[in-house]
């Protein structure tokens, strides 16, 4: 279900989605340092919702015909163009 829910979103929003657990991740990487108390299932359940997000982008593209080459060098260009900003967890919290 978590797979249909994925297919169901445009590749835009998957996007922003990766951004944003990726920002989220590195907050655990914060706390683990700073021996803050974190839940350590955490990582790994993170890592593997970004892998499924990137997977369902990966299957679009092999079905508009995008080889690996080309696929890999608009990727590099995306991460290029990523505006680095604080996860929602963070934006939630300043807001109230």
């Not at 797979?3 to 989605?17: D, G, K, P």
């Not at 593209?61 to 290029?80: A, M």
Request: proline share 3%; charged share 45%.
């Amino acid at each position: 279900q978590e797979l249909e829910e994925m297919r169901s979103m445009t590749t835009e929003q998957l996007e922003e989605e990766v951004v944003d657990l990726k920002g989220e991740l590195f907050l655990l990487r914060l706390k683990r340092s700073a021996r803050q108390e974190f839940k350590s299932s955490e990582f790994g359940r993170m890592r593997k919702r970004i892998a499924r997000m990137l997977t369902v982008k990966r299957e679009r593209e092999i079905e508009q015909g995008i080889n690996k080459r080309l696929s890999r060098k608009l990727d590099r260009k995306w991460k290029r163009s990523i505006v680095v900003r604080p996860p929602p967890s963070l934006r939630e919290n300043k807001e109230a």
